[in-house]
């Protein structure tokens, strides 16, 4: 291939790979440079202990599905540990320590380095916006978007998820709460339904006690084995997994191109820029870094596209001092959230499900949501138990039940629970739901990504990030609390525990970048000619509550076909 | 004074610390339970203290290690309540060498740590990187909660003799204790609980 691409993508996380593809399929030439490891790529059988012989990969006959199966040991602490983990925020190499980011307060900021991104794991959850935050909001319209919804649910692919023990417990709650089945992908009402997500349907065999477990495991299609947050390796190959992040989706298809490389291992520190006869700068290509020799090198390319995240897509154009705009890294949404956890005695569970344990680890990580336009979105939550421990019981802006108690009749518990507490909570986790609350926020130009003055790491200065509800979120999250709570014990929890999480509990960040203040609506950045964006910080909202990675790939898709008819 | 006795005293008070608040995090007697192992999650904390933070400085990539700090703050605020009669010290202390921390009650410990993350503490009398950093503070107290649960409910502590390896190096000795309490049966290769579809894909319709 040549030397110099068309096209450098920074990213290959949400948003990354799907905008490598579509230009791929365009004939132009694509470089996607990346942070992070490449899992199940045979260039890279050790990712996390060597170099590996080569810098980068284009043929989709490197990937190898066993492999990413050997790597992928489902374990939440292997795969999730925030400092260790191979998920983590940080270089390929697990001897050195995650990359720094000054998130003051009680936070939690969620993010994975690599090639796939923080969709490695994700829930696959792929949503399309509430219509009502979009129109006479962005500066699209919702119909613009429903054709590029479209193809990225046909490409990933997304389907109603299966139901399993706790999607039949949250049915049952949503209609004890009076709520109906919402048969739509775009919401305009509150109801209840399965998710959507880019998860393949369980194998016709799954309930065939002929056909084994390990056999199933190899063939197509899901599992219901629970692991979809630390990572999915089950299906005949790589591009056949299950669960379909970014790596085992987007990724093979960009290769299949012939016109798309993946570089992992690669950091980006600067965009560089040129002046161009417009007057203003012209995107020219990168500096880089490589993660495991430091070694330096510039790249250079007519285009260049930022899918860095939000976080640190942000971060770069600072760093690289890109010219100056008062909304880079301001108006940052996260989806205020909270969890609220119901335990349920063993014979109300059997008098519903028809067994005495609802196993919150059966089945998809978030099979039913019910959605709330206007508020935000409730869905079910069934993690492993170091996670749901940690989440559910360790993290909250309350502080401790026993020295507060619960502050209201409608929770038992509420905070972090402690000791016997938290053994007595734990011990009921095989009869327990989780409701996670996602609160649509409002952008606030306070809530931001900017350089920490004092901080520098080996990428120079590091994000400092900072996030304060406003009122109008609060409201709405206490109203979804009660919501969540009210189908709990409707369903007859015994028991109902809120978490009350801090704000600053990144999961769903977006908007850092938005369109229409730093990109304009072809996602070119209004400053830079040739500089697009590509990941969820382009978002002019946060969409009413839905899960945001389907909007970002959906736009990501629209941006291709735009740049690809303006430049090439 | 030899350096190497005052970094076996400062390890042992370290230890010391971050059992002292393991056993007030978590179920009653954890670490010394009968029916399993050693869990050792206060090592949990001190490597994820320890490997948490790295800056840059002038040509040199440093690593911050909290875990000697972070004992340190915990002390300076347990005194802090002593002192203002919110806690009251037992004359000795279950965990030999450690500090003020160490010498109270559990609900006291809990305490302790709620006062730190409110800030109630004198904030210029903490040991660096945490003087007069409000937002570090209240950062890493959170995160000792969420630290010593994840170390407890997740596989770690079946690691046994490899826990502080390097995560490749692991290898998994026996069943996690933690989940074998609460009943998680582990890395599995399916279930079979397929219920139906409530909604097909551009169909809509209900089975
Ligand atoms: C536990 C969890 C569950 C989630 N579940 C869902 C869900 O069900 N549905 C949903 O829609 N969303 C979900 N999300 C959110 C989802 O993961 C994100 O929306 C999505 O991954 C964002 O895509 P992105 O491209 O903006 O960023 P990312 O996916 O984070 O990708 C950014 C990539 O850029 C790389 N990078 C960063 N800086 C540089 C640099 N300077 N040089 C080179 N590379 C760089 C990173 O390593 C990364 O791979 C979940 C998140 C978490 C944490
Ligand atoms: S439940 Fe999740 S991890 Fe398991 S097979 Fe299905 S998608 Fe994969």
């Known amino acids: ?568 | 004074m030899t350096i190497i006795s005052t970094n076996t005293q400062e390890q042992e008070y370290t230890q010391a610390s971050f059992q002292a608040l393991t056993d007030a995090i978590l179920p009653p007697d954890s670490e010394y339970a009968y029916d399993f192992p050693d869990m050792g999650v206060h090592a949990y904390i001190i490597y994820a203290l320890d490997h948490y933070v790295s800056i840059q400085q002038q040509l040199h990539h440093t690593v911050v290690p909290l875990a000697y700090p972070t004992a340190v703050m915990l002390d300076t605020a347990a005194a802090k309540l002593v002192y203002t009669h919110q806690a009251h010290p037992s004359p000795q202390s279950h965990f030999p060498g450690g500090g003020m921390f160490s010498f109270l009650s559990r609900q006291d410990r809990i305490r302790t740590l709620a006062a730190l993350e409110n800030l109630y503490v004198d904030m210029y009398a903490l040991p660096s990187p945490y003087q007069n950093n409000a937002g570090l503070v209240k950062h890493v107290t959170d995160a000792l909660n969420r630290f010593s649960m994840f170390g407890y409910y997740s596989e770690w502590p079946a690691y046994g003799s490899t826990r502080l390896y390097p995560p490749d190096s692991r290898r998994l000795q026996f069943f996690p204790p933690g989940w074998q309490q609460v009943g998680y049966p582990g890395v599995s290769l399916g279930y079979r609980d397929f219920r139906g579809f409530l909604l097909k894909m551009g169909r809509s319709e209900v089975e």
């Open chain 1, 1 to 568: 291939m040549k030397t110099d691409p068309d096209v450098i993508v920074i990213g290959a996380g949400g948003g990354g790979p799907v905008i490598a593809k579509e230009l791929g399929e365009r004939g132009i030439n694509v470089l996607v440079v990346e942070a992070g490891p490449w899992y199940g790529n045979k260039k890279w059988p050790e990712p996390n202990q060597n170099r590996g012989k080569a810098k980068m990969s284009s043929d989709p006959g490197d990937l190898d599905g066993s492999l990413y199966r050997n790597q992928f040991t489902r374990l939440e602490n292997d795969m999730n540990d925030l400092v260790t983990g191979k998920f983590r925020w940080g270089s390929a190499d697990r001897r050195r320590t995650p990359w720094y980011r000054n998130v003051p307060d009680r936070s939690f900021l969620y993010q994975s380095a690599g090639i796939g991104g923080s969709t490695v794991h994700y829930y696959a959850n792929s949503l399309r916006a509430f219509p009502q935050a979009i129109d006479d909001e962005w500066p699209i319209n919702y119909d613009d978007l429903i054709p590029y919804y479209e193809k990225v649910e046909n490409t990933l692919p997304v389907e109603f998820a299966p139901t399993t023990s706790k999607e039949a417990l949250f049915y049952y709650g949503a209609e004890k709460a009076g709520f109906p089945l919402n048969q739509t992908l775009d919401v305009t009402s509150s109801g209840y339904r399965p998710q959507p997500n880019a998860i393949l349907p369980p194998n016709e065999h799954l309930m065939d006690p002929d056909v084994s477990l390990e056999e199933l495991s190899h063939m197509e299609g899901c599992t219901l084995s629970g692991h979809c947050g630390q990572g999915c390796p089950y299906g005949p190959s790589l591009e056949k997994m299950a669960k379909r992040s970014t790596n085992v989706s987007y990724v093979p298809l960009a290769m299949k191109t012939g016109n798309v490389t993946f570089r992992p291992n690669t950091f980006v520190m600067k965009i560089l820029t040129e002046d161009s006869a417009s007057g203003k700068p012209r995107a020219t290509g990168v500096q880089i870094r490589d993660t495991w020799t430091g070694e330096m090198e510039e790249l250079s390319a007519g285009i260049v596209v930022m899918a860095a995240g939000c976080i640190e897509t942000p971060r770069l154009w600072l760093n690289s001092e890109l010219p100056h705009n008062d909304w880079v890294g301001r108006g940052m949404t996260t989806h205020y959230m909270d969890m609220v956890t119901g335990t349920f005695d063993a014979q109300t569970l059997m008098e519903i499900l028809g067994s005495p344990s609802v196993n919150p680890f059966v089945g998809h990580t978030s099979g039913a949501r019910l959605d709330y336009p206007g508020l935000g979105m409730i869905e079910n939550l069934g993690e492993s138990p170091g996670l749901s421990a940690q989440q559910a019981f360790g993290f909250s802006q309350y502080g401790y039940n026993i020295l507060r108690g619960p502050g209201s009749d409608k929770w038992d518990q509420r905070g972090r629970l402690t000791g016997s507490e938290l053994e007595e909570a734990m011990n009921g986790y095989k009869r327990s739901l989780t409701l996670l609350i996602v609160t649509d926020d409002e952008v606030q130009y306070q809530n931001r990504v900017e350089l920490d003055p004092n901080i520098k790491d080996e990428h120079g200065p590091v994000p400092f990030v900072r996030y304060t509800p406003s009122e109008k979120s609060k409201k709405r999250r206490d109203q979804l609390a009660k919501v969540a709570t009210t189908m709990l014990r409707g369903a007859g929890a015994s028991q109902v525990h809120r978490s009350d999480l801090p704000p600053n509990y990144y999961i769903h960040i977006q908007s850092t970048m938005r369109m229409g203040f730093v990109v304009d609506s072809s996602c070119e950045a209004y400053q830079v000619q040739g500089l697009y964006i590509a990941d969820n910080s382009v978002d002019y909202n946060a969409l009413g509550g839905p899960n945001p990675t389907l909007t970002t790939q959906a736009l990501a898709t629209r941006t291709a076909e735009l740049l690809a008819d303006k430049y090439f």
